[in-house]
């Protein structure tokens, strides 16, 4: 079936610097990406919706700054942690929505964990 | 705004009993709802979603929901639970203009014993 599959799974950072994730739609184009948060023990928060070739739309709340996305291709959308923080520290999840078979379907990511020392 | 409410935190049920756990939603229409588990270390899976038509949707893994739109709720449900059962379930609404876009509970733990 589809799968969507997001690089790194974990990676630890040191304060300040940039971290990229990336979100690919394996067997399918994604018409749209989402990009959600979940700190530990919580519940997945919305940060940003992201559709090919135009830019991002933030929910509120959410510095577009902080968090860059891009999302250049119907397979791949990326997030960037600019000058990450320890506070940034989450689970980063990405879904993404498609035709894949006869109806749109959504399809999310395993997940990267950051950790922000 | 919409809102999605999960009232229960943490539920323990006995492997073999019945299961119900509970979602209420606010929406200024009937959104689309869905319901995802979430096992340790896995990405989230769906359940079963609820679109329009009948309004008891059947489920993978054994599971049911009923869409009650008096009641503003989308309560899943699992006649007889078992061990790999265990894990963290979210109920969640869809916007009608981009069903992707989601709003999450806060989610309930279900803790199965033997």
């Known amino acids: 079936g589809a799968v969507v599959s997001q690089h790194p799974s974990r990676v630890i950072c040191k304060s300040g610097t940039s971290v990229k994730i990336e979100c690919r739609s394996l067997?399918?184009?994604?018409?749209?990406m989402f990009w959600y948060r979940q700190f530990p023990k919580q519940s997945l928060m919305l940060m940003a919706t992201?559709?090919?070739?135009?830019?991002?739309?933030?929910e509120q709340g959410v510095e577009k700054d902080k968090f860059l996305i891009n999302h250049a291709s119907l397979t791949l959308s990326t997030l960037t942690v600019t000058s990450a923080h320890p506070e940034d520290s989450s689970f980063y999840i990405c879904?993404?929505?498609?035709?894949?078979?006869?109806?749109?379907?959504?399809?999310f990511g395993p997940g990267t964990r950051l950790l922000v020392l | 705004a919409q809102s999605v409410t999960q009232p229960d935190i943490h539920i323990t049920v006995s492997e073999g009993a019945s299961l119900e756990l509970r979602c209420n939603y606010s929406?200024?229409?009937?959104?689309?709802l869905f319901w995802y588990v979430q096992s340790p270390g896995q990405g989230l899976q769906l359940l079963l979603k609820?679109?329009?038509?009948?309004?008891l949707v059947q489920g993978i893994k054994g599971f049911e929901a009923e869409f009650k739109r008096s009641q503003s709720s989308f309560n899943l449900r699992k006649p007889s639970v078992h061990w790999s059962d265990a894990a963290e379930y979210f109920c969640?609404?869809?916007?009608?203009?981009?069903?992707?876009?989601?709003?999450f509970g806060a989610g309930t733990q279900v803790v199965v014993t033997p």
């Open positions: 992201s559709n090919e070739g135009s830019k991002a739309t933030y």
């Open positions: 067997d399918f184009q994604a018409t749209t």
């Open positions: 969640a609404v869809g916007a009608t203009d981009s069903w992707g876009k989601l709003q």
């Open positions: 609820y679109f329009s038509g009948d309004t």
């Open positions: 879904s993404a929505t498609g035709l894949a078979g006869p109806q749109e379907t959504q399809y």
């Open positions: 929406y200024g229409a009937t959104p689309y």
